[in-house]
């Protein structure tokens, strides 16, 4: 006869089951549990939940300065040990440990009877802090994973959801919201997993690459991003922190930052989804971020009790802009180099929580010197824009979204089966990656040992995508077929290609069939 605990673990393994062939059919919907994450995030720091007041200072502003700090040094230890976060990202006890810290921090955060305690506020900053790595990376990590198109459309979503739950929630009882934000942290969690499962083969090959030849330390992260661009994030947060750091301080504020929010979300959500633009211009929104910024600075340097709501709107629409430009600009370049994903994306984070954390400290001695702020904020945004926003900076391509998001579109294994028997049904890529036209040459191998291929990419020292490109060059599949299959773009699969070349001293596709013949 099973025992309670046994029954009650069956029960719950079906439950999971049903919930996970009830997500499969639609994956997309597990991507939108990130708006869950950012809906916790929106609870904890911009509800109002809690208007008390710890050291002299707003509780939600002191919450989110510890929260910020712990989370900016969390986000630098993951970049520089990518290679050791990158084997525990998955791992079900890190996940449950992340996601328990992040629970008890809300419930310290948010409980009325805690959350006007100076020890229990600290605590749960730096719990929430402590856990905000692994929600930001694994999402970052699952976006990375999709075509570009469908993962602004994702992260659109994302935002309009967790800011129209958000501007729900100011009708939820106060003594409910923790509630209402432990659901939304689990939801994010659960989401994420699932996702992970449909995702698994692409995420888990990405990942063992980087564990396998992340470098570490500084050495590991430098050229991720230039060194400009953070430079540029860092300051432009900075700035928007000070502005949001003195707002909080202000006897005014109401905590209206919810609508405008939820607006800078529609119009993304629209673009992405009506428009179906192919090209996003990320330092176009930058620059268009930062005249908000200065606008708030300015309202809050002349009067920032007087304007105190006005000045807020432009906060809350120049950080929606600002998030949302950074999270297309990270999951691209994740995109386009899956081994360092974790690393990458955890690198911006960290400019983002800095400057954040900075701004916010700084703004609790510039609240009685607004000259002096709207001074620094000027002459700051002014050398960013020209420096590290130029008009044509980052101009990424995310197609026109027409294909599937998971896996390869209708239709494309028998495409792939008539290349590999016939050849030239479809435009290949010649020796360095340019397209051609010509018939492609030479048979085709139906099929390929993996371990004769996993020998040949250690002798040659092809990394774990360069050997996915090449086991599918050698098939027949043209460039075109080998985006589609691997979800990467053009120029991606161009650079593998040539690299491959490059590494095996190969001069044609038939020469690299006779080599792995011959490992074979």
């Known amino acids: 006869m099973l025992s309670w605990a046994a029954r009650s673990g069956m029960k719950t393994e079906g439950n999971m089951r049903r919930f996970e062939d009830m997500v499969g059919g639609r994956p997309e919907v597990a991507l939108l549990g990130f708006g869950l994450y950012w809906f916790w995030v929106f609870v904890l720091f911009d509800s109002g939940a809690n208007a008390s007041t710890v050291a002299g200072i707003s509780a ?153 030849k992340g470098e570490r330390g500084a050495k590991g992260i430098r050229g991720l991003l230039p060194a400009k661009v953070v430079v540029g994030i860092v300051v432009v947060l900075f700035v928007y922190a ?79 802009t600002i998030e949302i430009a950074t999270w297309v600009l990270l999951v691209n370049l994740a995109h386009e180099r899956p081994e360092r994903a974790v690393a990458l994306i955890a690198l911006g984070r960290c400019a983002v929580h800095g400057g954040s954390a900075l701004g916010e400290i700084a703004g609790l001695y510039l609240v009685a010197h607004h000259l002096l702020f709207l001074i620094v904020a000027v002459v700051c945004l002014v050398v960013v824009a020209g420096f590290s926003f130029s008009n044509k900076a ?56 993996d371990q004769a291929l996993r020998l040949f990419a250690e002798e040659h020292g092809l990394s774990v995508r360069e050997t996915g490109v090449l086991r599918l060059w050698v098939m027949g599949y043209s460039g075109t077929a080998i985006e589609n299959e691997l979800t990467i773009s053009k120029s991606t699969v161009k650079t593998h290609i040539k690299h491959i070349y490059e590494k095996t001293g190969a001069h044609s596709r038939s020469d690299l069939i006779g080599m792995l013949m011959g490992a074979a």
Not at 90 to 101: C, D, E, K, Q, T
Request: glycine share 6%; hydrophobic share 55%; with cysteine.
């Open 60 to 212: 939600p502003l002191f919450l989110h300065i510890v929260s910020l700090s712990v989370s900016a040094l969390a986000f630098l230890l993951v970049a520089f040990k990518g290679a050791l976060f990158e084997r525990l990202l998955w791992n079900r006890w890190f996940v449950l440990a992340s996601v328990f810290l992040a629970l008890v921090g809300t419930v310290f955060a948010l409980l009325p009877t805690l959350s006007s305690s100076l020890p229990f506020v600290a605590i749960a900053g730096v719990l929430n802090g402590i856990a905000s790595p692994w929600f930001c990376v694994s999402w970052g990590v699952l976006y990375a994973n999709v075509r570009p198109h469908e993962a602004f459309v994702y992260l659109a979503s994302s935002f309009f959801v967790g800011t129209f739950l958000s501007f729900l929630t100011t009708w939820v009882p106060a003594p409910l919201v923790v509630v209402v934000g432990s659901i939304a942290l689990l939801g994010a969690c659960l989401l994420a997993m699932l996702c992970h499962r449909a995702l698994s083969d692409r995420v888990q090959a990405a990942t063992r690459d980087g564990a396998l």
């Open 242 to 320: 000070v502005g949001r750091s003195i707002i909080f301080q202000s006897p005014a504020y109401s905590f209206n930052m919810h609508v405008p929010m939820l607006a800078v979300a529609a119009v993304a959500l629209i673009v992405a989804t009506v428009f179906r633009v192919r090209r996003i211009h990320v330092g176009q929104l930058y620059r268009f971020a930062m005249p908000l910024v200065a606008i708030a600075s300015t309202l809050i340097a002349f009067s920032y009790v007087d304007f105190v709501s006005q000045a807020a709107i432009l906060e809350a629409a120049s950080i929606c």
């Open 394 to 449: 980052f101009v990424i391509e995310v197609g026109d979204g027409d294909e599937a998001a998971f896996g390869p579109t209708a239709g494309q294994d028998a495409s792939a089966r008539r290349l590999a028997s016939t050849g030239a049904s479809e435009p290949s890529f010649d020796r360095d990656g340019e397209r051609s036209d010509a018939p492609q040459e030479g048979r085709f191998l139906t099929s390929v040992d």
